[in-house]
């Protein structure tokens, strides 16, 4: 996770973080619960072109991304890593361009019931579309909804399989 955070670091990728932040997770094999999935406290956050963090990676930081972590790894236990990045139509073309799988859900659909839980809507979300597809793509975007920004995940093997990608954002 050092390694992968140093790396981004050095590639500018400042115009790539949401306004909500991001942050960047892996689990260890067979994880099972947030507690098996590290991410960086406090979220990976914008500085000028560059990208900082307040603390390094632990494991339960950040339920949110822990929790479409071990959604893909419901489909592909392979799938151990992920992190978001800002939402463009532009950025999904090249994602698609470079040759990596990507899929969209809808928050409008989201069950009711499931909307007033936190990161309930992704899981949902991520979920939904691994169901459709039968197995974890690459990306997996929407376009927002009420009080939700619009968001691109990107799913990996490990931190450097996503840098990898993002470097050729």
């Known amino acids: 996770m050092d390694k992968a955070l140093e790396r981004l670091k050095r590639l500018n990728i400042g115009h790539l973080i ?3 932040q991001t942050n960047l997770a892996y689990a260890i094999p067979f994880a099972e619960s947030v507690e098996d999935v590290a991410s960086f406290p406090g979220r990976i956050i914008r500085l000028g072109n560059s990208v900082a963090t307040l603390a390094s990676a632990r494991f ?3 339920r949110q991304i822990h929790h479409l972590v071990l959604a893909a790894m419901e489909y592909d236990p392979e ?3 992920a ?3 800002t939402y463009s139509d532009h950025l999904v073309k090249r994602i698609r361009s470079l040759g990596f799988t990507v899929a969209e859900f809808d928050r409008n659909r989201t069950p009711p019931d499931l909307q007033q839980e936190e990161g309930s ?3 949902w979300g991520v979920q939904d579309v ?3 597809l039968g197995r974890v793509p690459d990306a997996i975007f929407d376009r ?3 009080g939700k920004v619009p968001l691109i995940r990107i799913f990996g093997r490990d931190p450097a399989s996503i840098v990898n990608l993002i470097a050729k954002l």
Do not use: K, N
């Open 83 to 85: 992190m978001g990045v």
């Open 130 to 132: 691994m169901e459709e």
């Open 60 to 62: 339960g930081a950040s």
């Open 18 to 20: 949401p306004e909500v």
């Open 79 to 81: 799938r151990r890593s």
């Open 144 to 146: 927002g909804a009420v």
């Open 121 to 123: 809507t992704l899981a």
